[in-house]
């Protein structure tokens, strides 16, 4: 069941996007709650709010923010123009959107061809905080490349959520987003991850093609139950049809939960038993006691024989997210905290841009 709050509004925190955030006078620990101005209507302070509490009284979520279900300043909504599709179907937020597969006439036939990805690049990784530092060293080193991210449904929903790429969009560091499944706000609609992809390298011809969840991956503590299992099927799916996969590792030396310690056991279960295809994994240069660590779980797992490895030089993702001056976290840790986790991604970005330009050294 869900737990639901009144709450009324005492402070507009800030307005972003779409989004906003407010303070609110409510009898709950938890002070803030997120507004979706296209869903709930626009908001004002003293407005009186209907509120689901849940994640925040379970201590879940990315924040601590309640979520507004009905704002009893709106007594009605009308209904905004275009789009035909739903999404979140079936549930009291459904949501009307344009599939790109209905709406984009000049691309019916494509919609009806077997998925063919033309050699594109595409980079999978199952934490949307691994999204900017891509994009980031990406545009730094290449500019003139196209970005294309798609947004799956296994994390958050709304796409608004996301002050990462609110600040990408922002700063021209991603050029478009495709939401897939149930996830909804990109600049294309797309029912599934197969139609994403030929919206990413057809429709939109984007140069490299970044496939992630949004904010807020589930996990359970259990080999197989974790949302970014997805990315295991994904992968098999673009290898299959013609793209150059890169699989970007979970690397932390600063996590508690020994399961995440080293290379997570989400990144050995899904080079292990969920990816059939052999596939490009780059790990960065570490510490010697870091790397032997990981060496230890490869081998012990077999990835090494059913795999392409590679190592690089991943630390020039400092360099680039000090002059974008991007502040991402992971688990609530910073560069300077979980500096593996960075250069891993640094690592994985630099040799794609080498599988990019075809070139056979870093």
Known sequence: ??????????????????????????????KK????????????????????????????????????????????????PGGHGMKV??????VKVPYAEEEIQSAKELYNSKLNLKKKLICFGELHSMIPPLCAYFKYHCPRLRICYIMTDQGALPLKLSRNIDFLK?????????????????????VNIY?????????????????????GIVGTGTRYGFSGLEMGFYIDLAIRSGGQCC??????FAEGRQRHFGLSHHSITMLTEIVQSSVLVTLPILQKKQI????????????????RLCIADGSS??????????????????????????????????????????LDRL
């Not at 779409?18 to 620990?29: F, K």
């Not at 009186?48 to 007594?75: M, P, R």
């Not at 699989?247 to 932390?252: A, D, L």
Request: glycine share 8%; hydrophobic share 40%.
């Open 33 to 80: 709650a997120i507004n979706y101005d296209d869903i709930t209507g626009s908001i004002s302070k003293g407005d009186l709010l209907y509120l689901n509490t849940t994640a925040a009284s379970l201590g879940l979520g990315t924040g601590g923010y309640h979520f507004v279900v009905i704002n009893c300043s709106h007594k009605e909504h009308s209904m905004s």
């Open 247 to 252: 699989y970007i590792p979970r690397i932390s």
């Open 170 to 190: 922002k700063h021209n560091l991603v050029d478009s987003v495709i939401t897939i499944g149930n996830a909804f706000g990109g600049d294309y609609e797309c």
């Open 317 to 358: 993702i400092r360099e680039v997210m000090e002059y974008y001056r991007l502040n991402i976290t992971t688990m609530g840790r910073g560069i300077k905290d979980d500096p593996a986790f960075f250069l891993g991604i640094g690592a994985a970005a630099k040799k794609s841009l080498a599988l990019f330009y075809r």
């Open 292 to 307: 032997q660590i990981i060496y230890k779980q490869l081998h012990e797992n077999k990835v090494l024989s059913r795999h």
């Open 1 to 30: 069941m869900l737990e639901y709050r009144m709450g009324r509004v005492t402070e507009i925190l800030e307005r972003r996007n779409g989004v906003t955030e407010v303070l609110l006078d409510i009898d709950h620990p938890v």
């Open 89 to 94: 179907r079936y549930t009291p937020f459904q």
């Open 195 to 215: 139609t994403g992809l030929q919206t990413a390298a057809w429709v939109d011809e984007s140069d490299i093609i970044l496939v992630s969840m949004g904010p």
